[in-house]
């Protein structure tokens, strides 16, 4: 029986993919090229979303021209991208553990707010824009009928795939590596530091620093009596979420939170205390520690300071390597029970908050540090 609904055809998309393997489903090199390109593009997963979502709209309503993901065009062939994308690809993505965007194309700058037929030159003013146009071309390839839009998707799948399979291959192979280290380390406390100082500097690492105070919390639990709040995603805003900042601190029985850190990957100002300020009016928290990456202004270090007479609670500024060495020299015995809550954390985290390779980035540090010590 022919697949007749979004979901059945993404399953019958991913079995064709699977079947052929490290062979291309598309005979047209220039449109295997751009499929490739756009699959495997490590600074827009956007398009891929974006191809992938208008690919199955035409093979589930044949009718619908693949250049119109827009229902502000008026044509009776135009379609809604967004609702195909964030209906059916979201869960897809996920279930298979395939590489993509979390959220859907069609809520990026290049992509929202649009009444325009796609078609090849377009400038969708989108970084990079060798991605959108190649996503333009294969749509026009698509409506020249030099490639069917079911092997358009079965070969976006197939490439997806074969990516998710060559990431799992090359984590396993560096978790094998790490784990004779396994229940010791060779590392010192300063070795430590080190390691994860430089893991901080690392490209698009705004979420370490979270990753890191939780893992502190997580290896001491026991000995601090607190215990560290589920952390929330990386881009989940705490007037959406209800939390008072990126990692929420409670005793181990009991609810209320008593610290929280906010980390700032750039220099605290007056004006973050006063924000801060605001969140935890009419709470009884303890402590607002923010962890900066970044120089501490004095004199706003003294405001923060001061601020503890007025409210009862103390605001204080942090740097970020200094709070992990102090705590690493605190609890020498338990740099081993840190490092793997860090690690642990960092596998843990979607794609969309710690890239897959900043991961790889750290287990590949981490084994040559651990060689060198």
């Known amino acids: 029986m022919a697949a007749t609904t979004p979901s ?26 751009r499929i490739e390109y ?20 035409v093979i589930h309503r044949p009718t619908v021209d693949i250049r119109k993901p827009y229902t502000e065009i008026g044509d009776a062939d135009a379609f809604s991208g967004r609702s195909y994308d964030e209906a059916y690809l979201t869960h897809f993505l996920q279930e298979h553990r395939l590489p993509g965007n979390p959220t859907t194309a069609f809520l990026t700058p290049a992509l929202r707010n ?36 079911a092997d358009l998707l079965a070969e976006m799948i197939r490439w997806l795939v074969l990516m ?44 370490l620093p979270v990753l890191a105070v939780a893992a502190a919390y997580r290896a001491a639990e026991i000995y601090l009596g607190e215990r560290v709040i589920d952390l929330m ?21 009991d609810a209320r939170v008593v610290t929280s850190y906010e980390m700032k990957m ?17 709470t009884e928290i303890d402590n607002y520690i923010f962890i900066t990456t970044e120089p501490i202004d004095a ?38 029970q840190f490092i793997e809550e860090y690690q642990t954390l960092l596998l843990a985290e979607p794609e969309s908050a710690v890239s897959q390779p900043l991961k790889e980035a750290f287990l590949s540090m981490r084994l040559a540090a651990e060689s060198i010590e």
């Open 38 to 57: 756009i699959a495997r593009n490590p600074q827009n997963r956007a398009g891929l979303r974006l191809v992938m979502a208008c690919a199955l709209a």
């Open 299 to 336: 004199l706003v270090q003294d405001y923060a300071r001061s601020l503890y007479d007025r409210t009862g609670i103390e605001f204080v500024i942090l740097d970020c390597v200094s709070f992990i060495r102090y705590f690493l020299h605190l609890f020498h015995r338990l740099r081993l």
């Open 233 to 253: 995603g990386h881009n989940a805003a705490d007037r959406q979420t209800g939390s008072l900042g990126d990692v929420e601190i409670t005793l181990v029985d």
């Open 164 to 207: 998710r399979d060559e990431k799992e291959i090359r984590m396993a192979s560096l978790l094998s590596s790490l784990r004779p280290t396994k229940g010791h380390t060779s590392l010192s406390s300063e070795g430590i530091v080190t390691l994860v100082e430089q893991h901080l500097r690392l490209p698009r690492s705004s979420r």
């Open 8 to 33: 059945e055809i993404l399953s019958v998309s991913l079995q064709r993919a699977i079947r052929a393997g490290k062979d291309s489903l598309v005979g047209n090199v220039a449109i295997r090229q």
């Open 114 to 149: 649009r009444n325009t037929v796609l078609v090849p030159g377009l400038n969708l003013v989108g970084r990079p824009p060798e991605v959108y146009q190649a996503a333009l071309q294969l749509f026009d390839d698509v409506r020249s009928e030099r490639i069917t839009a």
């Open 266 to 282: 750039k220099v605290v100002a007056r004006e973050d205390i006063d924000i801060a300020l605001t969140k935890v009016a009419n």
